[in-house]
């Protein structure tokens, strides 16, 4: 089972600024089939990324994916308000699918 | 647009059983392979089993469609002329409990791992395992 750990546990930022959210997988994962989800609190996760890079439909270009084999990033360049979520990275290129603790992305 | 609504979820007592139903609409339900996922209270996602669009279970080859963690207690399946998806738990432990979430993938006619990333989700039934 392919492992994903997610850093930080927690990102403290402000609107306006950067945030890069890692995520590492124990072994590499295939094709880079690597997704990323947001999760607001009371709702269901929403698909941001598949492919590793790919934006899913209607996911704004502030969002972007990259990386490959054991590590991955999610940039999210200029946060807005609503970004404020927590983020979990997801492998589906070897059985079982896993997914990564999440991070958590707070106002600072 | 698509909706996936699922249904069932309740307080149970350890070792007794619960049958969740998702009902979906506004895509074509027997072209894709579907997914329950699960969430414990304040903790991460967990893929909990998957089924193929013409119910056959086979994953990657290799049967392996169910999460070790519920392998030989629950058991997937579907309705496709009702456009629904079952989860039947049987056995249920208090670590069962949690969102239970069923997702579809984009991809149709692909039940592979490979195809499974989940851009619909229901709004989730809560599960709950207590004496």
């Known amino acids: 089972e392919i492992v994903l750990t997610q850093s930080p546990g927690t990102l403290s930022l402000s609107p306006g600024e950067r945030a890069t959210l890692s995520c590492r997988a124990s072994?590499?994962?295939?094709?880079?089939?690597l997704a990323w989800y947001q999760q607001k609190p009371g709702q269901a996760p929403r698909l941001l990324i598949y492919g590793a890079s790919t934006r899913a439909t209607g996911i704004p270009d502030r969002f972007t994916g990259s990386g490959s084999g054991t590590d991955f990033t999610l940039t999210i360049s200029r946060l807005e308000p609503e970004d404020f979520a927590v983020y979990y990275c997801q492998q589906y290129g070897s059985s079982p699918i896993t997914f990564g603790q999440g991070t958590r992305l707070e106002i600072k | 647009q698509v909706q996936l609504v699922e249904s069932g979820g309740g307080v149970v007592q350890p070792g007794r059983s619960l049958r969740l139903s998702c009902v979906a609409s506004?895509?074509?339900?027997?072209?894709?392979?579907m997914h329950w996922v699960r969430q414990a209270p304040g903790k991460g996602l967990e893929w909990v089993a998957t089924?193929?669009?013409?119910?056959?279970?086979?994953?990657?080859?290799?049967?392996?469609y169910y999460a070790d963690s519920v392998k030989g207690r629950f058991t997937i399946s579907r309705d496709n002329s009702k456009n629904t998806l079952f989860l039947q738990m049987n056995s249920l432990r208090a670590e069962d409990t949690a969102v239970y979430y069923c997702?579809?993938?984009?991809?149709?006619?692909?039940?592979?791992?490979?195809?499974?990333?989940?851009?619909?989700w229901g709004q989730g039934t809560l599960v709950t395992v207590s004496s």
């Open positions: 506004g895509f074509p339900f027997s072209s894709h392979g």
């Open positions: 089924i193929s669009y013409d119910g056959s279970v086979s994953y990657d080859g290799s049967y392996k």
């Open positions: 072994q590499s994962v295939s094709s880079s089939y």
């Open positions: 997702a579809k993938p984009i991809q149709t006619y692909c039940s592979s791992t490979r195809c499974s990333y989940f851009d619909s």
